[in-house]
Each structure stands twice: as structure tokens, then as C-alpha cells.
């Protein structure tokens, strides 16, 4: 899969997506992250990216001609685009659901605004889909595109050691996921539930059902049918 992210602050997104499991992507070949510095693309000797808005008010808006240019160029690599995703609070909301789906394409882009976000024409004439990680507003779109990333790089296949991992993560099935413990059984009295050192693994599923079953009914239960 490839992720192309247009920028005008390539140096927030490049080092954080080189860690981790994004960077465990990249290194086994299965995800390739590309940064555009979209001033790169501005036509004037100052590399001016934004401009006024029409009609006034506060903030600066990000030009059109930057972001088309970047994209002509995007266009003309090997490998259609499938999706061009600009990160907004007014966008769809992110979810589980969406990671899922977006880890099926073959190449997405992503578009990072920035001050008071990009002009109209942008949107209206690239974007595909318009995303946000929730309802509130960050200086810009550079740490929504790192959300995305990560969360799409743990569901490719072969990017986790353990292939069942990502599909037991919250959300994945509509539950949150049950507690987690580890060594020691016995820490300052604080004990693991006897049930997980039974070797039952059949009562250790059913426990851990009932677990995400009741973490869920009292912290989402917006995510659970009426019937259950």
C-alpha cells in the first residue's frame, strides 16, 4: 500500500512515521509513506502556500495552486489514486470501520490543511472523502494523517507478528476489548483473575466475552444493539 501526504510542515509527519509499527510497515515492504512539502509546488519567489480569504475574517487559508500542482504530479507516478483524503474537523468521523476499509486500497492520499484549511476549489475539485479524528480542532492536519496511518498500518496483513492481534483490537467486532494482564500473577497483592492462569481456554474465552460485553455496556453503549 501506498500513502502519499501533502504538507506544508513535511517535518512534523516524517519522523514519527518511521517508528513503531508504521516503520515495521515500511521496512517489510508491505507500506510505502511518501511527504510532500506542498511549498515545493507554490509559483512565487517567496513560497508563499496561503493567502488572505475573500470576503475577510481571521486566519489564513491554504492556496489552490500548490495543492493541484502536487497532485498533477501524484498523478503522473505509476499506481492510480483511489482515494485523495483531506483531514477536517468537518469530515466523516474515523473509526475502526473506515481503517478497515481505507487498508483495502492500494494508494491513498492524504491532505494535511492548515490555518483556517484550503480552498474551497480543492475540495470541491480533488478530495474524494473528507475525514476528521473527532469533534475538535487542531492547528492542522499533519497529526490526523499520522492517526491514519498508524491505524491502518497494524490491520495490513503481515505487519503485526501475530496475525490475530489486530482482530481482537476494540471496536473491530463493535466491543471494546477485554483487560489485559501480565507477570507478575501477584503484584502487591493485586492479583490476575484466577480464571486467565486456568489454562482453560475455554472459560478464558467466555470470561473475556463477558468482559468486553461489560466494558462496553457501561463505557459505549452507544456501540451496542438495543437487543443485547
Sequence with gaps: MRVDILTALPEIV??????SIPGRAQEKGLLEVHIHDIRAYATDKYRRVDDYPFGGGAGMVLKPEPIFACIEHLRTLDGAIDEVIFLTP?????????ANELSLKNRIVLLAGHYKGVDQRVRDSIVTREIS??????SGGELPAMVLVDAI???L??????????LTDSFQDGFL???????????????????????DHKRIDEWRDAQRLEKTRLRRPDL???SI
Design 177 to 199: 476489548d477485554a483487560p489485559t494482564f501480565t507477570r507478575p500473577a501477584d503484584f502487591n497483592g493485586l492479583l490476575v483473575p484466577d480464571v486467565l492462569l486456568s489454562g
Design 90 to 98: 468537518d469530515g466523516e468521523v474515523f473509526n475502526q470501520s473506515l
Design 14 to 19: 516524517r519522523g514519527p512515521l518511521n517508528e
Design 153 to 155: 498500518a497494524r490491520i
Design 133 to 138: 479524528i473527532g469533534d475538535y480542532v487542531l
Design 157 to 166: 496483513p503481515g505487519v503485526l507478528g501475530d496475525t490475530s492481534s489486530a
Design 224 to 226: 451496542l444493539d438495543d
